[in-house]
């Protein structure tokens, strides 16, 4: 089972380190290891999101995630995203930006980090609504009972989840203005386009994510009532499962952010940063058709806590990074401390279930000896 899921994965990293060293040598080979590691780290609360909504889909559609959706993830936003950044930015057209990440790389790197505000404000929106409506809902297996039920209560007020981003996005914009006004007014003019890439990105989730809500919804009205044929059913099921993948796709898209604009740190080199996180794109994708065929998230249910959590801190996280620098070793450790966290806590549970406390009842951590 694991070496079936994770074998494409395997292929692509012998693929990716023979390339580096054609390339550039052992020290090329060097630094798309560590990126790959890199890549992975960042993103393994990604790999838990996923599979929470991957688990929903057909097989069919899990094929497509690890074929079509790798193309996008590591194609697109590994390789193409960066160079559509700066041709944006620069005002340049894909062949010149292209044309300055090989030639100009220093050049290059510096275009994109100017445009680390705009990216962080999109991105760190997205997550942040994710992380809203996760923990305003109301569920019946709660991780931090003393957090989460009064959080339920309140998500019971409509729109709170929306007006609070806003208030977040008002405040960090306001505050990045007013910071750049002290040091000379550098990046004042930058301080509209975050509040617009903020609300770009809010506008996103709303759509991608409310269409895939609601063709989900109406998938399991239709299967209920069995009103309509067989045919109507699968081709609902197979919109609803394209807006889930779309949703997937952009998710995807908000957690590369950082990986993208850490590996600067590490490189500035297009073809080696490509080779890099495009290997640890394809292991978080592996690893989320691994949890979700091995039932992880239903052995382990605080896990699926643990990755939104770590959703919510990556959003502020990155919005926080719009003004100031943040190491993106800290990004990580914040994601694998609070998976490894409801890990444990999951465990803590399973063992106090099987030997009969609290079996009618979900355990609250909090109250498992």
């Not at 406390?357 to 979900?362: L, S």
Request: proline content about 2%; charged content about 15%; hydrophobic content about 55%.
């Amino acid at each position: 089972m694991l070496l079936k899921t994770f074998r494409w994965s395997f292929a692509v990293t012998a693929l990716g380190l023979a390339l580096g060293v054609w390339y550039g040598g052992w020290t090329a080979f060097g630094v798309i290891a560590i990126l790959a590691v890199l890549e992975i780290s960042l993103s393994f609360d990604n790999a838990v999101v996923n599979a929470g909504i991957l688990k929903k889909m057909s097989a069919f559609w899990q094929k497509i995630f690890l074929t079509v959706g790798v193309l996008i993830a590591v194609f697109g936003m590994r390789l193409a995203f960066p160079v559509v950044i700066v041709a944006v930015t620069a005002k340049l057209n894909p062949y010149d930006a292209v044309n300055l990440a090989l030639t100009d790389k220093d050049r290059y790197e510096q275009l994109v980090t100017d445009a680390h505000p705009a990216i962080a404000a999109f991105g760190g929106m997205f997550l942040l609504m994710i992380f809203l409506d996760f923990i305003f809902e109301d569920r019946d297996i709660k991780w931090l009972g003393w957090l989460e039920r009064p959080l339920a209560k309140l998500g019971k007020v409509d729109m709170l989840s929306v007006c609070i981003a806003l208030i977040v996005l008002l405040i960090t914009s306001f505050t990045f203005a007013a910071h750049a006004h002290q040091h000379g007014g550098a990046h004042a003019d930058k301080a509209q386009t975050v509040l617009i890439s903020g609300i770009a990105g809010l506008i996103t989730y709303m759509i991608v994510g409310g269409l895939s809500g609601f063709f989900e919804d109406r998938l399991e009205a239709e299967e209920e009532r069995e009103r309509e044929s067989d045919r109507s059913a699968v081709v609902l099921a197979g919109q609803a499962a394209f807006f889930m993948f779309l949703y997937l796709e952009v998710l995807d898209a908000s957690f590369s952010f950082d990986g993208v604009i850490g590996a600067f740190a590490i490189t500035n080199d297009i073809v080696l940063m490509a080779l890099g996180l495009g290997i640890g794109a394809m292991y978080v994708r592996s690893l989320t058709v691994y949890l979700v065929r091995q039932g992880t998230l239903d052995d382990y249910v605080y896990l699926e806590h643990g990755a939104h959590y770590a959703i919510g801190a990556l959003a502020v996280i990155l919005m926080v990074t719009i003004q100031y620098q943040i190491n993106e070793v800290i990004t990580g450790l914040v994601g694998v401390i609070l998976i490894g966290w409801s890990f444990w806590s999951s465990v803590r549970r399973n063992r106090a279930l099987a030997e009969g406390e609290g079996a009618a009842e979900p355990v609250d951590t909090a109250k498992v000896p």
